[in-house]
């Protein structure tokens, strides 16, 4: 069985690097965000990954087939018409969310308020209940993992959102292994990862918390993060980043959804 390196250890629990506190801030512009939704049709879709193709996965990326074991088998699950967040939650709203309502701010920002050049990047450093906190003050909710990977990869189960193959500059990620000159991105910064319904930045960046849990006080995390030295963990039916829902780190942020009716 392939043992796992420092990077994939210190991503499964969690622990961040110092120099994540400085991300890149190439490329944005004000209000990137804006409040809009994306409506996610009713209808089914694929979720998860067949034993055949993860078999085939684990062999062209190096692991052991156990790593995608949570994915498998694939199943065609039917859902609800549902709005999604057309891009995560940044820091220029979580901030209006903590000064409306007296929450702490992100430790990331290093104060009250985050800097200006990342104000339009995901909000990272929040925990389950502080991502729950903010959606129920937006009146919104946190999406199911099955509406996350919906909304990620279409009815059809495509491996990343904008098709089965994947493309370096369509998401924020790691490509030279190198953790000092990495960071997140300005949630508009990668307009080529749109999903099939055009939902923005589901795969890289920020991994964003869903309302569901594999077990007792977990959650479901999803869409990796800047981190990630490799496609196998970019793709939306990756589940590896799930772990404690009391959790913040420097790679986990959020979106939010809400019923169509």
């Not at 990954?49 to 078999?55: F, S, V, W």
């Amino acid at each position: 069985m392939r043992s796992f390196s420092r990077r994939e250890w210190m991503i499964a629990t969690g622990a961040a690097f110092a120099a994540a506190s400085t991300p890149i801030a190439s490329g944005q512009s004000k209000d990137a965000s804006a409040d809009e939704m994306i409506l996610v049709p009713a209808g089914p879709f694929l979720m998860g990954t067949a034993e055949a193709q993860a078999r085939d996965l684990a062999k062209q990326y190096g692991h052991h087939v156990s790593w995608l074991s949570g994915e498998v088998p694939q199943h065609r699950i039917k859902l609800p018409a549902f709005f999604i967040d057309k891009y995560p939650v940044t820091n220029r709203q979580f901030s209006a969310f903590c000064k409306a309502t007296g929450s702490p701010p992100s430790r990331h920002w290093g104060g009250p308020e985050p800097p200006d050049a990342i104000a339009e990047h995901p909000v990272v450093m929040v925990d389950k209940a502080a991502a729950e906190a903010y959606a129920k003050w937006a009146g919104k909710r946190l999406p199911t993992e099955a509406e996350w990977e919906k909304a990620a990869r279409g009815a059809d189960g495509w491996l990343y959102p904008w098709g089965d193959e994947f493309d370096a500059a369509a998401c924020q990620w790691d490509p030279g292994g190198d953790p000092n000159t990495l960071g997140t991105a300005p949630v508009n910064a990668h307009p080529k990862g749109a999903s099939p319904y055009g939902v923005m930045d589901m795969i890289g960046n920020a991994a964003e918390w869903c309302a569901d849990s594999p077990g007792p006080g977990a959650s479901f995390i999803k869409g990796g993060c800047w981190l990630m030295a490799s496609p196998l963990n970019l793709r939306a039916a990756a589940r590896n980043m799930s772990g404690f829902a009391n959790n913040s780190s420097m790679f986990y942020g959020f979106r939010c959804a809400k019923e169509a009716a």
